[in-house]
T-cell receptor, first 115, second 121 residues
Framework: GAVVSQHPSWVICKSGTSVKIECRSL??????MFWYRQFPKQSLMLMATSNEGSKATYEQGVEKDKFLINHASLTLSTLTVTSAHPEDSSFYIC???????????FGPGTRLTVL | AQTVTQSQPEMSVQEAETVTLSCTYDTSESDYYLFWYKQPPSRQMILVIRQEAYKQQNATENRFSVNFQKAAKSFSLKISDSQLGDAAMYFC??????????????????FGSGTQLTVLP
């Protein structure tokens, strides 16, 4: 199957700093990518839809100035958590639909810990 | 809006036995896709099986099969000959077809709350 990578896999940062998470589709092009947040033992919560060459679409309740998304190429989307606070600590997962979008492939996730 | 419900937060099965995980969903669409994803302790989401709503035949992938009841909006996953490696969180997911809506948001998945499966040796 197709491969989606995320970097870094784990990041620890101080409160008030910004953290950038990369999501790459390694063997296919993705005009759309999705960013999810997952708390322990809970389901995936969609945060935003990243669209190549245009603005991201954010879900209700997600602060777009807090979670900056850039989809600069057909294989790369980035999520920047700005002025991170301890409550932003979570597991962040990206996904990308391949081809006609029938199947989504997920990245391995990024664990963010804000001290 | 579509909703996906998994009523079993936790399930356990003896190794080599069979277990069925339940999933129901609500939608007004007639054509859509349903998925089961597995999330092991590594937290990597892995596609287990996919079902197209227009197909009456239940999907099967080796030891994994589904019981798709469109009228009842039910989509259960059966795992046969359970193995220790099957232990994971299982998520049921729904997605509308691209033919209905062409925007990027139509490709997004709606997930259930998950079922944690334990396999006992």
């Amino acid at each position: 199957g197709a491969v989606v990578s995320q970097h870094p896999s784990w990041v620890i940062c101080k409160s008030g700093t910004s953290v950038k998470i990369e999501c790459r589709s390694l063997d296919f092009q993705a005009t759309t990518m999705f960013w999810y947040r997952q708390f322990p033992k809970q389901s995936l919560m969609l945060m935003a839809t990243s669209n190549e060459g245009s603005k991201a679409t954010y879900e209700q309740g997600v602060e777009k100035d807090k979670f900056l998304i850039n989809h600069a190429s057909l294989t790369l989307s980035t999520l920047t958590v700005t002025s991170a606070h301890p409550e932003d600590s979570s597991f962040y997962i990206c996904s990308a639909p391949e081809g006609g979008g029938l199947t989504q492939y997920f990245g391995p996730g990024t664990r963010l810990t804000v001290l | 809006a579509q909703t996906v419900t998994q009523s079993q937060p936790e399930m356990s099965v003896q190794e080599a036995e069979t277990v069925t995980l339940s999933c129901t969903y609500d939608t007004s669409e007639s054509d859509y896709y349903l998925f089961w994803y597995k999330q092991p302790p590594s937290r990597q989401m892995i596609l287990v099986i996919r079902q197209e709503a227009y197909k009456q035949q239940n999907a099967t992938e080796n030891r994994f099969s589904v019981n798709f009841q469109k009228a009842a909006k039910s989509f259960s996953l059966k795992i046969s000959d359970s193995q220790l490696g099957d232990a994971a969180m299982y998520f049921c997911a729904y997605r509308p077809t691209l033919l209905i809506i062409s925007s990027g948001s139509a490709r997004q998945l709606t997930f259930g709350s998950g079922t944690q499966l334990t396999v006992l040796p």
